[in-house]
């Protein structure tokens, strides 16, 4: 996170969650660039699959150079498969608020201009946006952050699935400046953080 918009302190537990399923569940969150978000939850306990992709625009669309335009009504995104008896929504939640990006940052994250870069919940159903929003309010109401959180919510129409290219892409090119600069500091907040539900045996 930026200095601007880094926490007052370790983000609570969400008061308000989804009743764990038996089920592998989905969540599908945006918050910057694609790459990093993929990697910190690729780290997390109880999430058996990340993929980035694109949400938030239409099928015929969802390509990356299309996406790079900011004209497609897209946000780089990440699918998060997970097991809700070991990892709950809110935890998923109190991730991506922690570590995985700034939610502060209007249309950007970092280097990262753009509508595409925004930092949004995709929400699947009723239950999911009761959550996400009560836990946006809890945060707000405890002046968490600096500045105001920025964060939209937005109804899952569809996850299209990223390149190739872009799967694992931060796990299979750990020194490439980009993500040594914007990324890999994300896997040492994750694991100071959330020392509890950091998964070590992805890391290359």
């Not at 592998?24 to 945006?30: E, I, M």
């Not at 998923?92 to 922690?98: C, G, I, M, Q, T």
């Not at 946006?129 to 009560?134: F, K, M, T």
Request: glycine share 6%; with cysteine.
């Amino acid at each position: 996170m930026t200095t601007a918009g880094a926490a007052r302190t370790v983000l609570p537990a969400a008061k308000l969650d989804l009743p764990a399923q038996q089920s592998l569940q989905k969540a599908v969150l945006a918050g910057g660039c694609f790459w990093g978000v993929e990697l910190v939850y690729e780290h997390v306990k109880g999430v058996h699959d990340v993929r980035s992709g694109y949400a938030g625009g239409k099928s015929y669309m969802a390509h990356y150079a299309s996406v790079a335009s900011g004209d497609t009504g897209h946000a780089e995104s990440v699918e998060i498969i997970y097991d809700p008896q070991q990892i709950s929504y809110g935890e998923l939640l109190r991730v991506f608020f922690s570590v995985a990006h700034d939610p502060t940052q209007l249309n950007r994250q970092g280097p990262d201009e753009g509508t595409q870069y925004r930092s949004t919940i995709f929400v699947a159903n009723a239950d999911e946006e009761r959550v996400a929003r009560a836990y946006i309010e809890q945060l707000q109401s405890a002046r968490t952050f600096d500045e105001p959180i920025v964060t939209t919510l937005e109804s899952l129409e569809a996850f299209y699935p990223a390149e190739a290219e872009h799967q694992d892409y931060a796990t299979r090119n750990p020194r490439q400046p980009y993500i040594v600069m914007n990324d890999r500091p994300k896997l040492l907040h994750l694991r100071q953080q959330f020392p509890a539900l950091f998964n070590d045996r992805q890391t290359r």
